[in-house]
């Protein structure tokens, strides 16, 4: 640890700095321990079959605003988040602990909406509320998800294992969220200076369900392994694209090119983005909030994907020297970078 | 759930009202779900060994007040009460993840402090920090601690195991964490009002640890093994005697008598409960905080522990229509009732 010398904003390492900073110097002591800190769950192994755990917190404030999420929506969403990491690792979620800190703002119905959300999305991926933590909170909702599941030692993958001339795949398609985002932000502005118009938020259903109610691709494990393929990486992308890709490209050592005009994204999303001065390749690179997951495969492999509507090739890996680059529509290259929200907020 | 009938605060439930409440739908979907919500911890199967996996949730101004509690010790503290649930499973902590939600108010140095405190418990108790998840607050800092220990399912004991007739047992001392806070509190209101004078803690140094750096008691366990006594039902006391013993009898669908002369009370904790005109017994029911193990055993293995200076029987569980009772060390029998902490204070 640092001596004391002084004060070091928060905001001088970011969220990914901060965990490798206060992680360095973890040593791991128990056999079981089979992976710690860095992918998007820790594996545990329990005589062969392993234990996937991943842990997310969400706060008020910070990852949502209660003027337009509603409380059923947002409990959804936060069994939804959590799920995709462990999908995400090629496991099955089995069991969550949920805890909350809570004002008394909130009211029992409302705690009750929030859990009535939850308990939707355990039924659609089958996992079980296993325990958890309930406490008063000063101000506002704070929620922390914790999924476990399970996976054998052959199935899992991690977001080390890509190789130089595999190929970058995403499911989906991307940046809706994100523009999701920026509707309902319009509208709660419209409705605070004058609260008598309606929100109009007919025909932008697609890009609000994909805010307000992610769903975790449960499907993409169990496609690929009909299909024959085991990604050589994997992670799901949580903040945005360009982030992901980084990750992968730094756990794996590798350098990329990713292809913009690849980037699958839906033609609501290219709109509203446009609508509002956007370029809808920047949402899809640092928009966030997708839940898609990102892979990687050996080229070999492509026969078998190329014809699914549901997995795009957006790029390929390259050797670490070669660097991480975006490979724009008029075929200039440029650095890839994990610009975050912070950036893409107008005002 | 309830329909929309209006808005019921949340005080109207309390912390296990509204737990209860918002549980009361979950069914079990997976085969490997062995114990979901209701105990210390949930506990999952995997080929014969259990998983064991326990939440907490601390929150600044609720759990913990900065102004007198290092971040070094809150780190600390905040691993020992996640792995005393662990612990009162009869399991062995392996793994824990820990998120936090923090404010810029904190600086990298006051996170390394925090961290510092969380890597020295998990020296103590040889867990690895597998993951975690680190986020912007808007105000305060909010800590969510998640552990997973093993246990076979011959080893594992749970709460609603208790029958009529076993002894009721808890090891160490209780009261003192209490006392601890009551005295901080008292230092912090001289500070504030007189900054120049410095705090008299000399002397304290007992109960002001069992406040500020509590250790779970990882040695009951294996001490029991030796003496070769499985307790019948166990919980560890997080939130006061009185409200874990109602735990246990309801769990186990027994009453019980307690002992008001059979509690263990250090003098250090006796003579400062004094000093604030606090009853040391309604200290040890009601003060929590103690992370002793409470835990019932077969009359046929008194023998077995009656000797042992960390383990005091301080009742006996009896038939559900016999009620929980305290008998005072007048003699009188009252209905034991969980306070907890607010009825406690007196301004």
Redesign the interface.
């Known amino acids: ?2 001596e ?10 970011g ?1 990914f700095g ?2 490798k ?3 360095q ?2 040593e ?3 056999e ?2 089979i ?3 860095g992918d998007d ?2 594996v ?1 192994d ?4 392993q ?1 996937v ?11 949502f605003d209660l003027a337009y999420m509603p409380l059923k929506h947002l409990g959804y969403k936060a069994v939804s988040v959590n799920v995709s990491d462990i999908y995400a690792m090629n496991a099955t979620p ?2 969550i ?1 949920i ?4 004002s ?1 703002r ?4 409302a ?2 909406e929030l ?2 959300g939850m ?1 939707l999305a ?1 039924e659609k991926y ?15 909702l ?1 929620i ?1 998800i ?1 999924a ?1 599941g ?1 996976a054998t030692k052959e199935e899992l993958i991690y977001r080390d294992g890509a190789k130089e001339g595999d190929l970058l795949c995403v499911s989906g398609d991307l940046g809706a969220a994100y523009v999701g985002l920026q509707l309902l932000e319009r509208e709660k502005k419209i409705f605070i200076e004058s609260p008598d118009v309606q929100p109009d938020l007919g025909g932008y259903d697609y890009i609000l369900e994909r805010q307000l109610k992610p769903d975790a691709r449960k499907d993409i494990p169990p496609l690929l392994k009909m299909l024959k393929v085991k990604p050589t990486a994997m992670i799901d992308i949580s903040d945005g694209l360009a982030s992901e890709i980084l990750h992968l490209c730094s756990q794996s050592e590798t350098g990329c090119n990713l292809y913009e005009d690849k980037i699958p994204i839906d033609p609501s999303t290219y709109n509203m983005a446009r609508e509002f001065n956007l370029d809808p390749t920047v949402c899809a690179l640092s928009g966030g909030e997708d839940y898609e997951l990102l892979f990687t495969i050996d080229q070999s492999d492509f026969p078998k994907i190329k014809a699914n509507p549901d997995i795009s090739v957006i790029g390929h890996m390259t050797s670490r020297k070669e660097g991480r680059n975006l490979i724009t529509k008029g075929g200039s290259s440029h650095p890839l970078i994990a610009q975050g929200w912070d950036s893409l907020i107008k005002e």
């Open positions: 640890m640092l004391n010398t002084g004060r070091t904003e928060l905001s001088s390492l969220e901060l965990i900073h206060l992680t110097f973890i791991i002591k128990n079981s321990t992976k710690g800190v769950a820790a545990i329990n005589k062969g079959k234990i755990v991943s842990t997310d917190m969400l706060v008020e404030g910070v990852h089995k069991q602990t805890s909350f800190a809570v008394n909130f009211s029992v119905e705690m009750e859990y009535s308990m355990c089958k996992v079980d509320i296993v325990g958890g933590d309930t406490t008063t909170s000063k101000s506002g704070v922390s914790t476990i399970e």
